[in-house]
């Protein structure tokens, strides 16, 4: 930690710091509970450099712009399909930028996240989805600010704080740059994902080989279904798994995520925030797609706003009211509470590892889903689907 950001639940892990130091001492460790955080070495010049772009010393000036709000869907079944949502990160891409533009988000690297670049907003698909674990930013700020120096177009998605780290490490703002941050839930321990894998895998019997959240089988999807691959077994679907139930229970997130949280209100560090557009047919009055899930958009600036001036030509979409996105997503505007075993948990992690994780989870079956058991899952949902376009 830096001596002026000692405490945890102060620090994001948003890696500014990291970037800017012009001695290249500070380095980015993760601590007991798996997180990230900075340290520096004895090369510090003392500069002031990373105090100056720390997003947690400085406010963020107050935004004016009056900001818009819709839901939509992807035209495209296929990005709809290698979405999490309704597919508007893509989208958006591919309004906004071209073959030459550097898209940044995070991707799967084996079972590890890492936020990475690509060019060309046709080459994303291993950005999509939606990933609840930390991610490691590594040097994605410096590639970003290399690559718009070149007057070529950037976007950056990730969580509110670490757009936040990068609008920081910038230091000025650059019309070639998109930014679209997530309603966030908070960001879960890499360790403990490491450690649930690990049990579902001796649970099953089989080494894990890859995990994705959200799992969309056939039109329908849901939180809790990930889907796995394994090395003999083949491709499994669960629901709710260890990971899972650690996750939605707020007791493996980064202690920043908490009451201490900047980030949870109107005023995003994004020029575009996005999120799953929940309780639609309570605000939306015509026949949307039922058989769709769909995202929220919301435009905080004027360049995010002429960013996706021609959005439509990729997006149905329904125009709502920003109240209409906090009320289904709280999120937006209030702080994640912790479980009250957030500590307690933690403390045993570190002292047991995996033998903690089956203590603060419930057992669950692992079996391959077939179209019976997908059926009896999701029927009460069809059955809501129905009634509701009969409805209409």
């Given at each position: ?9 102060n620090?994001?892990?948003?890696s500014a710091?990291?970037a ?13 509970e ?25 406010e963020?000036?107050?935004?004016t ?36 533009t ?6 799967w690297?084996g ?6 670049g ?7 698909a ?10 490691q930013?590594?040097?994605t ?7 718009l120096?070149t ?8 969580t509110?704080c670490q ?12 019309s070639?740059?998109?930014?679209i941050d997530l ?29 994705e959240?959200?799992?969309?089988n056939?039109r329908?999807e849901?939180d ?19 990971y ?26 994004g020029?575009?925030t ?6 639609l ?35 149905v ?14 999120l937006f ?6 479980n009250e ?5 933690f ?13 603060y ?5 692992i ?5 019976k ?13 129905a009634?509701?376009?009969?409805r209409?």
């Amino acid at each position: 930690m830096l001596s002026f950001n000692l405490d945890k639940g102060n620090c994001t892990g948003c890696s500014a710091c990291y970037a800017i130091c012009p001695k290249h001492c500070i380095s980015m460790k993760n601590d007991a509970e798996g997180f990230l955080y900075p340290e520096v070495g004895d090369e510090c010049i003392s500069c002031g450099l990373c105090e100056k772009v720390c997003p947690n010393v400085h406010e963020k000036p107050i935004q004016t712009f009056k900001k818009r709000a819709f839901a939509a869907t992807a035209k495209d079944e296929n990005i709809w399909r290698r979405s999490a949502s309704g597919g508007a990160f893509s989208c958006i891409c591919k309004a906004f930028g071209d073959e030459k533009t550097l898209v940044v988000g995070a991707a799967w690297d084996g079972l590890k996240v890492h936020h990475v670049g690509i060019v060309g907003v046709d080459n994303i698909a291993p950005l999509c989805k939606s990933k609840y674990v930390a991610s490691q930013l590594e040097d994605t700020f410096q590639e970003i600010k290399n690559h718009l120096r070149t007057g070529e177009k950037a976007i950056f998605c990730g969580t509110p704080c670490q757009v936040a780290g990068l609008n920081a490490f910038l230091q000025k703002s650059y019309s070639n740059l998109l930014t679209i941050d997530l309603i966030c839930h908070g960001v879960g321990s890499p360790y403990v994902f490491e450690e649930a894998i690990i049990a579902i895998g001796e649970q099953a019997g089989d080494k894990v080989l890859s995990y994705e959240f959200r799992h969309k089988n056939r039109r329908y999807e849901t939180d809790y279904i990930t889907s796995l691959v394994f090395e003999n077994q083949g491709s499994r679907q669960l629901i709710n798994d260890q990971y899972m139930q650690l996750f939605l229970s707020q007791i493996s997130l980064r202690p920043s995520c908490g009451k201490n949280c900047k980030y949870r209100n109107p005023n995003r560090p994004g020029d575009i925030t996005i999120a799953d557009a929940r309780g639609l047919k309570y605000f939306i009055h015509k026949a949307y797609d039922t058989t769709r899930n769909y995202t929220h958009v919301v435009v905080n600036t004027e360049k995010g706003l002429n960013a996706i001036e021609n959005i439509s030509k990729y997006m149905v979409i329904y125009p709502c009211e920003v109240s209409d996105v906090t009320r289904f997503n709280p999120l937006f505007e209030r702080h994640t509470v912790f479980n009250e075993d957030r500590n307690k948990f933690f403390e045993e992690f570190v002292k047991d590892g995996p033998k903690t994780i089956g203590k603060y989870t419930k057992n669950y079956k692992i079996k391959k889903m077939t179209w019976k058991s997908l059926l009896r899952f999701y029927f009460p949902k069809v059955i809501v689907m129905a009634i509701d376009r009969m409805r209409r």
